[in-house]
Each structure stands twice: as structure tokens, then as C-alpha cells.
């Protein structure tokens, strides 16, 4: 009889192919994931740690769970990630419900720490944050129709509010011939849609080809039959160069949707926070882009309230955004992060930084609203992702729509979940398209 395990996934996408790992291992060694831990012999939850909301997400899930635990409802639980990588040195003695904990650099010894949990051991496993990437198989989570594919990992840009690098490690490119072979079998088991992630995608190839390589991935994944669609996120505004650019506008299965964080606008926030390039340097990027690429959606990540932004500073961020129509814009509001530069300067507090956020998203609503009323009378092209049994209607996303963190489109007519479907939108909603299969 073998023993059962339940996973519970935190944080961002490249921790989700962490966990993605972990499943393949656990698979293969025999174990049972079950989707409830509630009876499990065990729960793996792999935590994020980068700012504090994170952190009491993991904290509030490991406690849950220590409680099951506690009521004989649990096994045993094992912490892996962000959080014990963060709080390494301590995290074992303040949350002595915790088992196991695992790493960033050890996800490939989830094995080892689930025997030993089952033997009522306890493990620590820290194999430290910038060895070379383990390449582990794994198995896809996202559905059968598209897959994230983590190029890098690790961060050598060190914004003076991030604690990721420090979690993280330094920058460390997966060899190409690697990820090229990931995502033909990615393509084999049916995925369409490969979105390209890592800390910062641009920085691809400069450690380990002594250049930036990522226009050149692009292009070489792009060869892969099966693979229709290349959505790019993490890219750094400075590292574009007129290869890249050459690649996205002429590479058809490159989506025409760029994930462009900029963070801020004003040249002294910018400074202060350690981030290369100026705001005319950014207007400048998004006008190149969208002069070389005709109906390019632009995302982007503002925060609000940094060290160094008066009044002054984050009325030019309200007047660029007015200015610039971006069409998808993620507004954080600033989380002082101990450890970081930023965490000891000067900033408003968090009510103010909040004020600020909500501010950001007032003005960006209506932008957003046209954007997609434009797409009312247009065919747009879209991955089809299931069927509403509610509406009755299935559903999927365009080119415009990244999953999890943009809109989707709902339609009528026949399609199949991982099928491509031209639709004639009808309707636009609070982000949400409706139409018809053509
Ligand atoms: S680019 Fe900046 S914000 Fe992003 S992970 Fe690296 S240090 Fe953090």
C-alpha cells in the first residue's frame, strides 16, 4: 500500500515548476498524491517568502496543517522553498510542527525527506542557492494545453526593495540544448502554448554563452512543431536589443504580449531603487515596441509608495500611466523587506502606500475597459481551456491573456480543450470577452 501525499503550491509560476518537480519525483518513487492532506501521511507545501503577505500565506497554510496534524488527520509535514530558504537558521525552532524542510537548491531530495518523515525523522536539507539549475523532469499542472518553461533561475539585479536574489541566488541560464529538449516533449504530450519564465528572461545566455541568448531560443522553440504560441514574461525593460526585438515581431508564434515590470517612472525613484535606466528610457522601449509590433499588449508591475516617491514623484507615475495606455498593469503596494536596502530608507507607511496602489488601479480601470471593448466586432484567435458547465459556454484566452493574471474569453458554438478556436467576440465585460465559434 503505498503512502498518499497531498502538495499545496504557493507563490509564482517558477515555483510552480518546483512543485511541478517534486510531483515527477514523488510519482516516481511510488508515492500517492491525493488532492485532500486531510488522511494524507503527508503534506508537502512549497512556500513563497519574498514579502510578508507571502509569508503569512505559508505560515497560515503550515499551521492549518499542523492542526490536521495534531487531530491524527496528518502525517507529517514537510516545508520546502522561499520561506525555510529565507528563515533557514530558525525556521525549524519556531514552527516545531514542521517535519522536513527543503531548500530551493534541494527539491530534488523530496524523496530522502519524505522517507525520513515517514520514519518520524526529522530533516533539513539547504544545498545552498546558486549551484547549477537541477534539471528534474516533471509533471505538468497547468492542463493539457499550455506549460510554463523556466529558462533561468536565480537574479543578479538586485532592485534595492527585492529580497528574491537573496532567496534565489545568482543568475544561472539552463543550458539551451536543455530547455529545447524540455519543450519538445512539452510539444509530444499536446501543449500548445509555452510561456517562458524566470526572475529576469532577458539576462538568458549571458552567463553561460557570454551573451544575451534569449532571441535565439525564442527562434529555435519556435521550430518545435505543436508549439503555436511563445508568450515572454520577466522581461527588463535595458536588456532589449534589436535582435530581440527583430525576433518577437517576426517570430509568428512569439505572442505579440510582452511582461515588461518596470516597477516605477520617475528617474530618482528609479536611482534610489537601483533600477537600471531612466523613465525616458522606458517611454522610449514602449514606443519602439509598439511602432515595431502593431497590436502589442503590454504588461507591466508598478509599486507604490517606494522609498524616494513624494508627491511630486507618484504624480508622474499617475500622469504615465494616463499617458502610456498600457493595457495590463499589476499594482503592488510597497512591503519593506528586512534584509533589503530599501527596507531602511525613508518611505510612507502602508495605509499611504495602499492609498497609492488603489489610486494606480482607479486610473488604470477605464484604460483597460477600452481595451477590450476594441475587441467587440474583431475574430480573435483562442486556446480553447474547458467548458463552463454554469454558463454552459467554453472558455479559453487570445494572445492577450496570460493565465491566472488577465482575462479570458467565453464562447458558444463546438470546440475541444487544447484546440485553437476563432471566435467573434460579441461582448466585452469587466475584462471578460464573450462570442462565437466561427
Ligand atoms: S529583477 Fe529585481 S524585482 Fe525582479 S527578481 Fe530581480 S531583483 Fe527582484
Given amino acids: ?14 515555483n510552480l515548476v518546483n512543485s511541478e518537480q517534486m510531483l515527477y519525483l514523488m510519482d516516481e518513487a511510488g508515492f500517492e498524491l491525493v488532492p485532500d492532506p486531510d488522511g494524507a501521511d503527508l503534506v508537502i507545501i512549497n512556500t513563497c517568502g519574498f514579502i510578508d503577505a507571502a509569508k503569512s500565506e505559508a505560515i497560515d497554510n503550515i499551521l492549518e496543517m499542523a492542526e490536521l496534524k495534531k487531530a491524527g488527520r496528518l502525517g507529517g509535514i514537510i516545508v520546502t522553498g522561499c520561506l525555510p530558504e529565507r528563515y533557514k537558521d530558525s525556521i525549524m525552532e519556531e514552527l516545531p510542527e514542521i517535519d522536513a524542510v527543503i531548500g530551493v537548491g534541494s527539491f530534488g531530495d523530496i524523496v530522502d525527506a519524505a522517507v525520513a518523515v515517514i520514519d518520524g525523522e526529522k530533516l533539513s536539507r539547504f544545498a545552498g542557492n546558486s549551484q547549477p ?9 497547468t492542463g493539457p494545453s499550455w506549460a510554463y518553461l523556466r529558462i533561468a533561475e536565480g537574479c543578479n539585479n538586485f532592485c534595492a526593495f527585492c529580497s528574491i536574489p537573496y532567496i534565489r541566488g545568482r543568475f544561472r541560464s539552463r543550458a539551451i540544448e536543455n530547455v529545447i529538449e524540455e519543450a519538445k516533449d512539452l510539444a509530444e504530450h499536446g501543449i500548445k ?18 551573451k544575451r541568448s534569449l532571441a535565439k531560443l525564442c527562434h529555435e522553440i519556435a521550430q518545435i512543431p505543436g508549439i503555436e504560441w511563445i508568450r515572454l514574461h520577466y522581461l527588463y525593460p535595458d536588456q532589449f536589443d534589436d535582435e530581440l526585438i527583430d525576433e518577437i515581431a517576426s517570430n509568428d508564434k512569439i505572442v505579440k504580449y510582452l511582461d515588461i515590470p518596470i516597477q516605477h517612472i520617475n528617474n530618482a525613484v528609479l536611482k534610489k531603487m537601483n533600477r537600471r535606466g531612466t523613465g525616458d528610457d522606458i517611454r522610449a522601449l514602449f514606443r519602439r515596441l509598439r511602432e515595431k509590433i502593431p497590436s502589442l499588449v503590454l504588461r507591466t508591475s508598478l509599486i507604490a509608495g517606494l522609498p524616494g516617491e513624494g508627491e511630486a514623484e507618484f504624480e508622474e507615475l499617475c500622469d504615465f500611466l494616463r499617458e502610456a495606455r498600457i493595457e495590463r498593469v499589476g499594482v503592488f503596494p510597497f512591503s519593506p523587506e528586512e534584509g533589503t536596502p530599501a527596507a ?10 495602499q492609498r497609492r496602489a ?17 475587441f467587440v466586432g474583431q475574430t480573435l484567435r483562442v486556446l480553447c481551456e474547458g467548458f463552463d458547465k454554469e454558463s454552459e459556454m467554453y472558455y479559453g484566452r487570445s494572445y492577450a491573456d496570460s493565465p491566472d493574471i488577465d482575462g479570458q474569453v467565453f464562447f458558444t458554438g463546438d470546440a475541444s480543450e487544447g484546440e485553437m478556436v476563432e471566435v467573434y467576440i460579441e461582448e466585452a465585460d469587466d475584462g471578460i470577452l464573450y462570442g462565437t465559434a466561427q
Fill in 1 to 14: 500500500m503505498s503512502n498518499t501525499y497531498a502538495l499545496i503550491s504557493l507563490g509564482c509560476a517558477k
Fill in 133 to 141: 539549475v537541477d534539471e528534474i523532469p516533471r509533471i505538468v499542472s
Fill in 193 to 210: 502554448e509555452i510561456i517562458v519564465i524566470a526572475q529576469d528572461i532577458t539576462r538568458y545566455g549571458t552567463d553561460l554563452y557570454g
Fill in 344 to 353: 531602511s530608507m525613508e518611505h510612507v507607511d502602508a495605509d499611504e502606500a
Fill in 358 to 374: 488603489d489610486i494606480l488601479m482607479e486610473l488604470q480601470a477605464p484604460i483597460m475597459d477600452d481595451f477590450c471593448n476594441a
